[in-house]
């Protein structure tokens, strides 16, 4: 009798605590949350923040959505305007709109929905969409530009599906086989043409150089012939005379050289 009593009892008590669970008549929406209200499963327009709520059970039903920034990782593939592969690695951090959490529910669903249906999609069109308007090199390039672009259009796509974007990465930007091995070759063209254009540079400075110092020797050849004048070789071998006139011996014995013969010798 007594465990007959006994199993009644915690029949009871179960009974009560499922009915307390399923039956309450109050909803706790946790930190970083918000509660769609919905009656006999319509969606309506109030939204409950973070806390406790009374509801009336059987008739409302809470369905909690997250509110924080959440991160989401897509690999896309798309065409650069010089028809080359991209493929690029994004990381998004984005969040629902919190004063249009029931309208996010109602239009969508919950976040697996917000993703596989929104989100990504969205991602893989606008990167196709941002690539095709630059080339292999100018998306290396202007990597910047290309991020902001994407950022952009991603920004106004998902804000009219109460989505909201925090942030937005390129993680990872890479090309095909065949394009890596392009540009390694293009590189090392440049590398062989800048080097090649300095030997041509340095032998023609060099040259430039010779014919400059020939020049110079010319002209002060020049200017040495303008200067040695009669009077000027004379005075430089008055200077330079001990006293004592040369004797030349040749045919017809001794002579004493005439001084004015001897500039006249060393001019021609």
């Known amino acids: 009798m007594k465990n007959k009593t006994f199993n009644k009892v915690s029949k009871i008590i179960a009974f009560l605590l499922l009915s307390l669970i399923f039956f309450s008549p109050f909803v706790i929406v946790n930190a970083g949350e918000r509660g769609v ?19 009336i059970p059987l008739v409302n039903t809470v369905k909690k959505l997250s509110i924080r920034v959440q991160k989401q990782e897509i690999s896309a593939e798309a065409s650069s305007k010089d028809l080359q592969d991209v493929f690029t ?13 029931n309208l996010i529910y ?8 917000i993703i596989d249906k929104i989100i990504n999609p969205a991602v893989e069109e606008i990167l196709k969409a941002v690539m095709a308007k630059y080339t292999a090199e100018e998306i290396i390039t202007r990597r910047e530009e290309v991020k902001t672009g994407v950022d952009n259009s991603l920004t106004t796509r998902l804000i009219t599906y109460h ?11 890479h090309f095909s086989q065949r394009f890596g091995d ?3 070759a293009k590189q090392v063209a440049e590398q062989e043409a800048k080097r090649a254009e300095f030997v041509a540079l340095k032998a023609t400075k060099e040259a430039e150089a010779k014919v400059n110092f020939a020049k110079g020797e010319a002209e002060a050849q020049r200017l040495v012939r303008e200067t040695l ?7 430089q071998a008055i200077e330079k005379w001990n006293g004592n006139l040369p004797l030349i011996i040749g045919e017809g014995g001794p002579k004493v050289l005439d001084l004015s013969q001897l500039v006249n010798t060393l001019q021609k």
């Open 37 to 55: 209200l919905m009656q006999f499963g319509e969606v309506q327009n109030q939204i409950f923040g973070e806390g406790i709520h009374l509801i």
């Open 89 to 101: 690695d994004v990381a998004l951090n984005w969040h629902i709109l919190p004063e249009e959490a």
């Open 106 to 113: 109602q239009q969508i669903g919950d976040e697996a929905a």
């Open 163 to 173: 989505i909201t974007v925090d942030d937005i990465s390129l993680v990872h930007v």
């Open 182 to 184: 392009a540009v390694e």
């Open 229 to 235: 004048s009669t009077e000027v070789l004379a005075k």
